[in-house]
């Protein structure tokens, strides 16, 4: 018991010693101790890898999961040991309502056969975004994660110990300085220099040690920085590939959409097409392969064939100059794209512009008359805006 409050009563006499030299350093009345320039910097850096850390963890989940009570769900698992739930993603909800709706409406039906088709689609495209967010979970957040509760607790702590040894430092140098002054006073305090001298020898050793512990804790935060480069590349690859599939599922869907056009609505016109960028045909193909780096595989567009669902009419002997408009009328319409002539029998088309339009037994639903003043030919519906 004794041993104890003597343990006690010392641990409270160092920590309102080093209370008293931090507060009178901080009023101006003390001298402090500085650190060396090179290890000022390793504190900056480290303290910027854990600032930077933070927030880029952070952000990336709320990329990978918008929903801030889900993310709530999944830190009170993660806290609880508790593997978290699996979680159906949104485009599998929008898929499994999508199939619900279809056979309820009849699977035969037109929009009972699309319906299926873009909720297939929408299956596929929930299972990317789940591939990716599994992903991106162990490549990317667990090793920013482990390096803010693992190695910067650890230097935290290595630095508070510093600290505590850089304050009891001071205060024997300043009990020693004390201690000088009344010597010169009266030699009865030989005694106590001698003592505070011995006191500082052991502080001056401690300092000196911890100081060596926290910059080698502090010099493996350019180990951290490879880990996390490392970690970046993985993350960017993965979300690549993520976009490489999507693209390929709608391009999947786009021409099952098409070959399907036009035995719902043969010889008719098509709804408005308001898509806000063009048809993904138009991409080039060495333009995607360089924004998904070499080790993603790239779609390749498929190329425009006699016959195809987004190509033009197999009418080769098609003479534009010798179409009239049919009885039925022709419509107006937006020009949404530039477009140009792949032929004589095609009419190239500037953005914005208006034309007149109008369709003629047994064409590619995909493709139109189009009429500008005297020119005359073939338009993509696709990059028209019909008018009512």
């Not at 590939?241 to 390929?248: D, E, G, K, N, R």
């Not at 333009?287 to 064939?305: D, H, R, S, W, Y």
């Amino acid at each position: 018991m004794d041993f104890n409050m003597k343990k006690l009563a010392s641990d409270a006499g160092v920590f309102f010693t080093r209370a008293v030299q931090f507060t009178e350093e901080k009023l101006g009345q003390a001298e402090k101790t500085e650190l060396d320039a090179h290890f000022e910097n390793l504190l900056a850096r480290a303290d910027n890898t854990k600032n930077w850390t933070e927030k880029i963890l952070r952000q990336t989940e709320v990329l990978l999961q918008p929903n801030p009570s889900a993310r709530v769900e999944e830190f009170l698992y993660e806290k609880l040991d508790r593997k978290v739930p699996s979680r159906v993603t949104n485009g599998e909800l929008l898929a499994q309502y999508m199939t619900e709706a279809a056979n309820d409406f009849g699977q035969g039906t037109p929009y009972g056969k699309t319906l299926i088709k873009v909720g297939e689609t929408q299956r596929r495209l929930g299972g990317a975004e789940r591939d990716f967010i599994h992903s991106a979970s162990i490549n990317f957040l667990s090793p920013l994660r482990n390096f803010l509760e693992g190695d910067w607790r650890t230097i935290s702590k290595e630095r508070r110990i510093l600290q505590n040894r850089r304050l009891d430092l001071d205060a024997c140098k300043a009990r020693l300085k004390k201690a000088k002054a009344a010597e010169a006073k009266a030699a009865l305090w030989s005694d106590e220099v001698e003592k505070a001298e011995h006191e500082l020898r052991m502080a001056q050793t401690e300092f000196d040690r911890q100081a060596e512990v926290t910059r080698l804790l502090l010099e493996g935060i350019s180990s951290t920085h490879v880990n996390h480069l490392r970690c970046l590349h993985e993350f960017a690859e993965a979300q690549a590939t993520y976009y490489a599939q999507c693209y390929q599922y709608m391009l999947d869907l786009q021409k099952q959409l098409g070959s399907s056009r036009g035995e719902m609505l043969p010889g008719t016109f098509v709804g408005n097409v308001e898509s806000t960028s063009p048809p993904p045909a138009t991409a080039s193909p060495p333009a995607l392969a360089a924004a998904t780096g070499p080790t993603v595989p790239t779609i390749p567009v498929v190329p425009t064939v006699v016959g195809a669902p987004n190509s033009a009419p197999a009418v080769e002997s098609l003479n534009p100059t010798d179409v009239k408009p049919p009885a039925s009328g022709t419509r107006k319409a937006r020009v949404l794209y530039d477009y140009q002539a792949a032929d004589s029998s095609e009419l190239a088309l500037l953005a914005d512009e208006m034309i007149t339009v109008y369709s003629l037994p047994g064409m590619d639903p995909d493709w139109l008359i189009g009429e500008r003043g005297n020119q005359k030919g073939k338009v993509p519906v696709t990059y028209l805006e019909l008018l009512s």
